[in-house]
């Protein structure tokens, strides 16, 4: 099972559409990416809580569909 | 999530000043990401306990539900849920880590 880095990004962009995104690809396999977010919705949230934002809005596939999205979240600079 | 298990987890996560929830074991990890969690903890001088999620299903889903955390490992200090491992190594690679444990009274 896998997903595409397009089907990620509108994903995410469904729960933050402010967001800036930038998705890699790590091995190529459709499992395993890494993700950079920003998003003013992660403003005044601890890191733990920002990526449980993002997991939430992976839909469920987290964990199945998708084994890893290891994420990098910020808020905006000011 | 059965109640049994909700109380295995918190019992767990309560007598285990550092636990981390992991598929294998430090010594055989069976998942690179939960390898990369122990090297790190190792690398710190961090005494830890670990529960290998691979040996009880009704754990290895039951922590994600406890935590509302999608994915293994997770590691827990002193009842608190600090993160996965791409939070782990963010923190150790800036010195957060270091400055929590510190804080949580444990030497590193």
Same mark, same amino acid.
């Given at each position: 099972?896998?997903?595409?880095?397009?089907e990620?990004?509108?994903l995410?962009?469904k729960t933050?559409?402010?967001?800036?995104?930038i998705?890699?690809?790590?091995r190529?396999d459709g499992?395993?990416?890494?993700a950079?977010i920003i998003s003013e919705k992660?403003?005044?949230k601890?890191r733990?809580?920002q990526?449980q934002?993002?997991?939430?809005?992976?839909?469920?596939?987290?964990g199945?569909?998708?084994?890893?999205l290891?994420l990098n979240?910020?808020?905006?600079?000011? | 999530?059965?109640?049994?298990?909700k109380?295995k987890?918190?019992n #767990?996560?309560k007598?285990?000043? #550092?636990?981390?929830f992991?598929?294998g074991?430090?010594v055989m990890p069976?998942?690179?990401?939960s390898?990369?969690?122990?090297g790190v903890l190792?690398h710190m001088?961090?005494?830890f306990? @670990?529960?290998?999620?691979?040996?009880?299903?009704? #754990?290895?889903? &039951?922590?994600?539900?406890? @935590?509302d955390?999608p994915?293994?490992p997770?590691?827990?200090v002193?009842n608190?849920?600090?993160?996965g491992c791409?939070?782990i190594r963010e923190?150790?690679?800036n &010195?957060?880590?270091?400055e929590?444990?510190?804080q949580?009274?444990?030497?590193t």
């Amino acid at each position: 099972m896998s997903m595409t880095a397009i089907e990620i990004e509108e994903l995410i962009l469904k729960t933050f559409p402010d967001a800036k995104i930038i998705i890699d690809d790590l091995r190529g396999d459709g499992d395993h990416y890494a993700a950079q977010i920003i998003s003013e919705k992660f403003r005044g949230k601890t890191r733990v809580q920002q990526h449980q934002m993002v997991y939430n809005a992976m839909d469920g596939k987290m964990g199945k569909e998708l084994h890893a999205l290891a994420l990098n979240t910020s808020a905006p600079k000011d | 999530m059965e109640q049994n298990t909700k109380e295995k987890i918190e019992n #767990i996560i309560k007598n285990n000043e #550092i636990l981390l929830f992991m598929k294998g074991t430090p010594v055989m990890p069976q998942c690179g990401f939960s390898a990369a969690v122990v090297g790190v903890l190792s690398h710190m001088g961090v005494k830890f306990n @670990s529960v290998n999620v691979l040996e009880d299903a009704e #754990i290895r889903e &039951g922590i994600k539900e406890y @935590s509302d955390w999608p994915t293994i490992p997770q590691l827990y200090v002193k009842n608190e849920f600090v993160g996965g491992c791409d939070i782990i190594r963010e923190m150790h690679e800036n &010195g957060e880590l270091t400055e929590y444990f510190s804080q949580a009274g444990i030497n590193t």
